[in-house]
């Protein structure tokens, strides 16, 4: 049992989170699933009785072909209208502050009886930017997820940008003093600090004089699994095929919300499925529009989603990834290149770049002026993002380790330094 005081930090992640929790004498990660300490931010309802399944036990669930309804990405939902209206799960509306704090509780829950004592104590993760471009809505993402951490027992609640979160997890190990870059690419969000970082100065409360600028844009892994899944899933379901007489491309809405992650629920309506199979009556493809109707019927698009975060994981080691989606057609393979993938995503990726170059503007200094760029969130470990800000920062020392879970880390020494 913790006899000194618990100070928690919380990384709520679009596709992983963690909780890390500190005394006076150390800051430690809480397992949050087995002996894990990551969980996937999934979320499985099984159809009989809405009984909610988290993590990788979700996910297992779900491709299992168990009946219920898989959730993923709800962090992107915040400070949208979506928030407010709630979604049916399973014949019940269920409203999304509900619908986090569900996930969030069983984490906290986990890391009170490994503890041995109540979490009173929380900085919360956030990006740079919820939402691009829009104050308003971004200062109601957070509003919300304020309200969610009050809903769940916790008295006193701080938010911390993500870099900067992850830059405290490092800093213990700087020797003198660094001009830091972080730089976090998560599943939902691409978020940059600059930061000063020395032994001297971990344990002040207040570091707004040691941080230079902070950018962010709301692009991320679930981006790059989309703009894979546009450019190699979905032309095997018919994606820009031509029906009719006219010869017109088939409706791309449906394709656009099969690859993402917060949308895909959207499309199980009997009015989309109706419409669907009007239109196979005159497409001129129809084996792969079939494939649509199939993935339809038997709501399997985050199994195809899931198959294309495959590819992506699996080409950060390989040159080459052979997708095997015999659930849509006992036949169906695709083979995806590097090359190819990088195709799909290079704009994206010279948008992160941009945000990153804009983060040094801010601060008025050079690229040659960062002494270490830490690397953190699991979009890191794709090579061409590692080749972009190698080239942008080339004298710099490298820091890459916790990439899932720095930012906890970073959040509970905040929370310590905040509240103790």
């Known amino acids: 049992m913790m006899t000194n005081p618990l100070f928690c930090g919380i990384d709520f992640g679009t596709s992983n989170s963690s909780l890390a929790v500190a005394n006076d004498d150390d800051v430690f990660l809480i397992p949050v699933e087995n002996d894990q300490n990551t969980i996937p931010s999934a979320m499985f309802f099984a159809r009989k009785d809405n009984e909610a399944f988290f993590g990788r036990q979700a996910m297992e669930r779900f491709l299992a072909r168990q009946p219920g309804r898989l959730m993923r990405s709800l962090k992107r939902v915040l400070g949208t209208p979506a928030m407010r209206q709630g979604t049916m799960v399973n014949g019940e509306l269920m409203k999304f502050d509900q619908i986090i704090a569900a996930f969030l509780n069983q984490m906290k829950r986990k890391a009170e009886a490994d503890c041995g004592a109540e979490l009173k104590h929380v900085v919360m993760?956030?990006?740079?930017?919820?939402?691009?471009?829009?104050?308003?809505?971004?200062?109601?993402?957070?509003?919300?997820?304020?309200?969610?951490?009050?809903?769940?027992?916790?008295?006193?609640?701080?938010f911390q940008f993500e870099p900067i979160a992850a830059a405290f997890a490092h800093e213990a190990r700087v020797n003198g003093e660094k001009l830091a870059m972080v730089v976090d690419l998560g599943g939902g969000t691409s978020d940059f600090t600059i930061i000063r970082l020395s032994k001297q100065n971990a344990r002040k409360a207040d570091r707004s004089n040691d941080i230079l600028a902070n950018t962010g844009v709301r692009l991320g892994g679930n981006d790059f699994d989309k703009d894979l899944s546009l450019a190699e899933m979905m032309p095997e379901?018919?994606?820009?095929?031509k029906y009719g007489h006219k010869n017109l491309e088939v409706p791309s809405y449906h394709y656009f919300d099969l690859s993402e992650w917060s949308k895909v629920n959207f499309l199980y309506t009997n009015r989309i499925l109706f419409q669907a199979k009007q239109l196979l009556r005159e497409t001129h493809d129809p084996v792969r529009y079939g494939r649509l109707i199939s993935v339809l019927e038997q709501e399997r698009g985050h199994a195809v989603l899931a198959e294309t975060e495959k590819i992506k994981i699996g080409l950060a080691s390989k040159e080459n990834y052979a997708a095997v989606l015999d659930f849509i057609d006992e036949d169906l393979r695709i083979d995806v290149a590097r090359?190819?993938?990088?195709?799909?995503?290079i704009t994206k990726t010279e948008r992160i770049v941009l945000a990153a170059k804009e983060c040094l503007q801010v601060a008025g200094i050079s690229a040659e002026e960062i002494g270490l760029v830490i690397m953190t969130g699991g979009s890191t470990e794709i090579p061409l993002i590692q080749q972009q800000f190698r080239t942008l920062f080339p004298a710099a020392d490298w820091s890459e380790e916790n990439k899932l879970s720095s930012v906890g880390l970073g959040l509970a020494y905040d929370a310590r330094n905040r509240f103790s």
């Open 339 to 345: 090359e190819d993938f990088n195709a799909a995503i």
């Open 125 to 158: 993760g956030r990006p740079v930017h919820f939402t691009d471009n829009d104050a308003a809505a971004d200062q109601r993402a957070e509003n919300e997820l304020m309200a969610v951490a009050k809903s769940l027992g916790f008295e006193h609640v701080g």
């Open 237 to 241: 379901l018919g994606f820009r095929t």
